[in-house]
């Protein structure tokens, strides 16, 4: 059984920050990439960033040079953190790993966490 669990988001002001944290655990042999999606209100769920297990990291446009994604591989766990807040990135945040469990590698979500930016 796997377990996607996020934690961190929160109300924060216009030009805040926060960071999501989000952990795997579980019995699995591995974790390939891993991601933050989000879903704002009356919107379908989009990307916001991407991690692969060697490091290397994909952004959307809309939270490039203020959003940073990182991994601790040790601890199965993503980071996002999210400088300079702005209005519309209200939203429930979700995080994705994409995990190899016996003989399939397969992705799965977590709850959520809402992220409220207010002004």
């Known amino acids: 059984q796997v377990q996607i669990v996020e934690s961190g988001g929160g109300l924060v002001q216009h030009g805040g920050s926060l960071r999501l944290s989000c952990a795997a655990s579980?019995?699995?042999?591995?974790?390939?990439?891993m991601g933050w999606y989000r879903q704002g209100p009356g919107k379908q769920r989009e990307l916001v960033a991407t991690?692969?297990?060697?490091?290397?990291?994909n952004y959307s446009d809309s939270v490039k040079g203020r959003f940073t994604i990182s991994r601790d591989n040790a601890k199965n766990t993503v980071y996002l953190q999210m400088n300079s807040l702005k209005l519309e990135d209200t939203a429930a945040y979700y995080c994705?790993?994409?995990?190899?469990?016996?003989?399939?590698?397969?992705?799965?979500w977590g709850q959520g966490t809402q992220v409220t930016v207010s002004s």
């Open positions: 994705n790993a994409n995990i190899v469990t016996s003989v399939v590698l397969r992705g799965y």
């Open positions: 579980g019995r699995f042999f591995s974790i390939r990439a």
């Open positions: 991690i692969t297990s060697s490091g290397s990291t």
